[in-house]
């Protein structure tokens, strides 16, 4: 599974964003997409997830209500809407495959990973 992703960018506090993550390689339908993040000098960190057929979704508190993640699988697509931008939401945020389906949450559970785009929130 290769995984590109696109849409970071320089967008005030309060602004809006929308994150794009292009797969290629395996069936789409097949496997849950996660967002994750890292800000400068942290860890890495769980951001949210989909479903393989986009119906289940789940959130890290701390974008929840301010986050959406969806996807096209006609378009073989992740997305991922970020609203009213904090921030503290600078970060490389990565999109990632995870083809067992079965835990959404941890990194490690995550097979494949996209390169990174960078998103900085001006105050």
């Known amino acids: 599974v290769q995984l590109q992703a696109s849409g970071g960018g320089l967008v005030q506090a309060g602004g809006s964003l929308r994150l794009s993550c292009a797969a290629s390689?395996?069936?789409?339908?097949?496997?849950?997409m996660g967002w994750f993040r890292q800000p400068p000098g942290k860890e890495r960190e769980f951001v949210a997830a989909?479903?393989?057929?986009?119906?289940?979704?789940v959130y890290a508190n701390s974008v929840k209500g301010r986050f959406t993640i969806s996807r096209d699988n006609a378009k073989n697509t992740v997305y991922l809407q970020m609203n009213s931008l904090k921030p503290e939401d600078t970060a490389v945020y990565y999109c990632a495959a995870d083809l067992s389906g079965t835990d959404y949450v941890t990194i490690s559970e995550y097979d494949y990973w996209g390169q990174g785009t960078l998103v900085t929130v001006s105050s």
């Open positions: 989909v479903g393989e057929s986009g119906r289940y979704t």
């Open positions: 390689g395996r069936t789409f339908s097949s496997y849950a």
